[in-house]
């Protein structure tokens, strides 16, 4: 199947700074990125929608100036935590969708994030 | 709103049995319905994918089956094993592009 990679795997940081996560997919060209955080316990949530070359579109409660998803490319996607705080300490996933092949409905999963905020 | 519930929350069972995970969600208007499985502080691993004119999949002893005019879905682990313990997750593909994840089994396998 298709593979999705995140880096870093972990971040710790401190309060205050911000903190750059990547999303790629390997060998495939993902029109539409997806990235869920999920609280210790808890299910995934949809933070936000990104098409490569747009605006993403982001859910209800997801400050858009908080989390900011720039999608340059059709394998890269990237999620900027900005002036993180411990509130924002979760596991972030992103996933892809799209394939060399035509549409897809299936989206794949990258390994996460887990980030720390001291 | 699509909402997808998963029972039961945990679930401890000896080695060796065949048991079975449910899940149901509230608008049948989807178009596929996957099941992940999860182990602790980890992502995802995609386990079946059913796409919405299917009514199952099988891969190795795991088989998930879709009866999506009632909501539901189920995955049936065949012949349990220590291995099998980690969390799954039920999650809907909507026709607006989402997929709603339910909040997941743990399922604890008893050596």
């Known amino acids: 199947g298709a593979v999705v990679s995140q880096h870093p795997s972990r971040v710790i940081c401190k309060s205050g700074t911000s903190v750059k996560i990547e999303c790629r997919s390997l060998d495939f060209q993902a029109t539409t990125m997806f990235w869920y955080r999920q609280f210790p316990k808890k299910s995934l949530m949809l933070m936000a929608t990104s098409n490569e070359g747009s605006k993403a579109t982001y859910e209800q409660g997801v400050e858009k100036d908080k989390f900011l998803i720039n999608h340059a490319s059709l394998t890269l996607s990237t999620l900027t935590v900005t002036s993180a705080h411990p509130e924002d300490s979760s596991f972030y996933i992103c996933s892809a969708r799209g394939g060399a092949g035509g549409w897809t409905n299936e989206q794949f999963f990258g390994p996460g994030t887990r980030l720390t905020v001291l | 709103k699509q909402e997808v519930t998963q029972i039961p929350a945990a679930l401890s069972v000896p080695e060796g049995e065949n048991l079975v995970l449910n899940c149901s969600f509230t608008d049948s208007a989807i178009y596929n319905l996957q099941w992940f499985r999860q182990d602790p502080g980890k992502g995802l691993t995609s386990l079946l994918l059913?796409?919405?004119?299917?009514r199952e999949q099988t891969s190795g002893r795991l088989n998930a089956s879709l009866d999506k005019s009632s909501g539901r879905s189920t995955l049936y682990i065949a012949a349990s094993q220590p291995g099998d313990s980690a969390t799954y997750l039920c999650a809907v593909g909507n026709r607006d592009d989402k997929i709603i994840f339910g909040k997941g089994t743990r399922l604890h396998i008893l050596p």
């Open positions: 059913i796409q919405s004119s299917q």
